[in-house]
């Protein structure tokens, strides 16, 4: 069987509990992130222009409104990930929620789905996400593709075949059409369109499954087939994980979520600068030791927007040496950028590869002016109970949403009340600050 016919028999998985459980924090993670990305200036004029393009819709709209379903995903994939504080999955190294989650969302309205239908959606495309993501490899991702939006355009479409509840023949064809529209590139990272991916791939699930449930047919292995996706796209096809797929422990019970509000590669080095206790005045010289493969993701050297810096161990280690907030997206503007403090003190700062070290480990040694040397490290592998993952989840959204909206949007979410869930996505928070 090649990786389209496990997908396709994925799609009607009966969910496990574990990881449903993770879902729904997942969930609420997401919402976080879209209700406070609904609020960033440097989107507004994308979400208009979609909008007066699209027309209205039965869709939920993040910040308010409706649109088409195809047009809802789009937006809001792009604004849940525009503070790039969204969960990853180290796995494939993608974000999957953002990917995934619209598309669900977006067709809770037209199939009236339940609260539940729409998680167990959710959470089959995201698994499936991260499956498609391991068989395309490391090599996809180290060519430039962005996993997120390749991997999570055919998770996407696996949820909303879900809801549309789509016959195996339709959904292969669904999962077809979906390789013609799965697209997203690393180039990106640090401006607009890096967000733009995630909503692509929400949309083209949405758009893949709708045309299939119409009767538009597609590659029959566009995936896997010859000339498909994964051979045209450097994908590796290593199928040895999807032995596993649909078995206990689900790939999502390990999935990562952001207390930093920049790219994960970035955390490991960020928790461990912030157990080091160094003020600006001791540092003499930084040396951050991070696996080869974030050198090409996350370490642009001189970042001078917000966004760029969200990519920058040099920039984002002079927030965390200066006692930056790094889980406030307002710490990330374009002012303190270029803030002349922070940009002397990042020019201290060495990034070097250490291929000793996973994706989720880093090492920081610091020199300091008296002649000692400090040296931190961190695991983002380490686990983290499900209860303090909650806790810290929810105070991740108290700071981004304040106390009432974040109360609320979890009550919405813990008792799977779909009307208040969507009536908590509606409403967006805006806080400005400045350095």
């Known amino acids: 069987m090649s990786i389209t016919d496990k997908l396709v028999a994925f799609a009607r998985a009966e969910p496990e509990a574990e990881a449903l459980t993770m879902m729904r924090l997942s969930l609420f993670d997401w919402a976080t992130c879209g209700i406070a990305g609904a609020g960033e200036a440097e989107f507004a004029g994308f979400r208009a222009a979609v909008l007066r393009s699209e027309g209205q819709g039965q869709a939920a709209l993040l910040g308010g409104g409706s649109a088409p379903p195809p047009t809802a995903a789009l937006i809001n994939g792009t604004l849940s990930h525009a503070l790039d504080c969204d969960d990853t999955h180290f796995a494939h190294i993608g974000h999957p929620s953002v990917a995934v989650v ?3 969302l977006a067709l809770a309205r037209p199939t009236q789905a339940s609260f539940d239908e729409v998680l167990a959606a959710a959470l089959i495309g995201v698994e499936a996400s991260i499956h498609v993501g391991l068989w395309l490899g490391r090599s996809h991702y180290q060519a430039g593709f962005h996993q997120t939006a390749t991997a999570g355009a055919f998770g996407a479409t696996l949820a909303a075949g879900r809801l549309l509840s789509l016959s195996p023949d339709q959904l292969r064809h669904a999962l077809g059409l979906c390789a013609s529209l799965a697209s997203g590139i690393k180039a990106q990272f640090g401006t607009g369109g890096k967000p733009m991916n995630a909503g692509l791939a929400a949309r083209s699930g949405v758009e893949a499954a709708l045309w299939a449930q119409g009767g538009l047919t597609g590659a029959a292995d566009g995936l896997a087939g010859p000339l498909g996706f994964g051979a045209t796209h450097h994908g590796s096809a290593d199928d040895e994980h999807l032995r596993r797929l649909g078995q206990a422990p689900w790939h999502i019970t390990s999935i990562s979520h952001k207390f ?24 003499e010289h930084v040396q951050v030791f991070t696996n080869p493969r974030w050198m090409s993701v996350c370490n642009q050297t001189d970042p001078d927007t917000g966004l760029a810096a969200k990519f920058s161990y040099r920039h984002t280690a002079a927030m965390a040496l200066s006692g930056i907030d790094t889980l406030d997206p307002d ?9 002349p403090q922070l940009v002397a003190l990042r020019q201290k700062v060495d990034v070097l590869a250490d291929e000793t070290l996973s994706e989720m480990q880093c090492r920081v040694e610091i020199a300091t002016v008296s002649g000692q040397k400090r040296i931190g490290s961190h695991d983002l592998a380490d686990t983290i109970p499900i209860a303090a993952r909650r806790e810290k989840l929810q105070n991740k959204a108290r700071a981004f949403l304040g106390q009432a909206a ?24 805006t806080v400005a600050k400045q350095p």
């Open 406 to 429: 974040a109360e609320a949007l979890w009550q919405a979410v813990d008792t799977s009340d779909l009307p208040a869930f969507e009536a908590a996505l509606m409403r967006s928070k």
């Open 102 to 104: 619209p598309a669900a």
């Open 331 to 339: 710490s990330f503007s374009d002012a303190w950028s270029r803030h």
């Open 260 to 283: 930093h509000a920049c790219c994960h590669g970035l955390h490991a080095m960020l928790e461990a600068v912030k157990g080091m206790n160094v003020t600006v005045e001791d540092v």
